[in-house]
């Protein structure tokens, strides 16, 4: 039977098989696997903006009668934030195949410390872009605004996506950072606390609620609208561009062809 956290309605990732070692992948159902595994999550990730009543916002976990297959191993705290955007603890060897498959052009780590074996091999192999923000907890100091600034330049753009942010756990400092994203969209401050208690329980730490309540956007420096606006202007630009050149290229082209094809007379 599958476990499922109940405050998200969500399969809690899965451990190692029967005989302690984790299940061999299987190349040529890699992605089929993958994309259902995230299908599941993302169905069942439902705080959002509609939040469970009260009793039903533990992470208390219950077991249910229908088994879901788990063909291959996400990172500990693995869960959807938004289409193309992902959140964990640390990545282990034994969470790469998963990580594969979600065919990641960025990730984002929260924590500097000697890589785990293989995970910088396995970052160049795929031609992911690894930025590392070096973070410390969050129960020691207050998260720089410069850092956020910088950490919300790179989770904030769909350009980099698809992307996963981790920290050690996927609790404390993913959560902060989840919780800012979450104000940039809208959320009310209670989902967010919910969603970001979540995955921080049993250890709720008082300075992120504090962290998350008091966050102002403005200190992000543009209003995330705007960043937002700044994008799709660029990509209209762009897409300006490439038709005029176009029809620089093309029309010039097809007026010469048809006077080749009706010379003028003498």
């Known amino acids: 039977m599958a476990d499922f956290n109940f405050a998200f309605d969500q399969p809690v990732v899965a451990g190692p098989s029967h005989d302690g070692k984790s299940k061999s992948p299987k190349s040529d159902c890699c992605d089929e696997n993958i994309s259902q595994q995230l ?5 069942k990730n439902s705080l959002a903006k509609n939040p469970l009543p009260e009793s039903q916002t533990c992470t208390k976990r219950i077991t249910i009668s229908r088994p879901i297959s788990m063909s291959y191993q996400p990172p500990i705290n693995f869960s959807v934030v938004s289409e193309g955007l ?3 603890g640390y990545p282990q060897p034994q969470d790469y195949p998963f990580i594969q ?3 990641l052009k960025t990730i984002v780590t929260l924590v500097d410390k000697e890589l785990p074996d293989g995970y910088q091999e396995f970052i160049h192999i795929n031609g992911i872009t690894h930025k590392i923000f070096d973070m410390a907890g969050t129960k020691k100091e207050d998260i720089p605004i410069n850092m956020m600034r910088s950490i ?11 992307l996963l942010i981790h920290c050690n ?3 404390h400092r993913t959560g902060c950072v989840v919780g800012v994203l979450r104000k940039s969209n809208q959320w009310d401050l209670k989902s967010i606390i919910n969603e970001y208690s979540a995955f921080a329980e049993p250890k709720v730490r008082e300075t992120d609620v504090k962290y998350l309540t008091d966050f102002k956007l403005t200190s992000l420096g543009r209003q995330p609208q705007t ?3 700044l994008d799709t202007i660029g990509r209209f630009l762009k897409l300006v561009v490439l038709v005029v050149l176009a029809m620089l290229i093309f029309y010039p082209l097809g007026k010469f062809k048809a006077q080749a094809r009706h010379p003028e007379e003498p």
Do not use: D, E, M, T
């Open 86 to 88: 992902y959140r964990s």
């Open 227 to 229: 960043l937002a606006l």
């Open 169 to 171: 756990h996927g609790k």
């Open 152 to 162: 919300f330049a790179v989770v904030s753009q769909p350009n980099n996506y698809p």
């Open 39 to 43: 299908g599941i999550i993302s169905r």
């Open 101 to 103: 498959g979600l065919r």
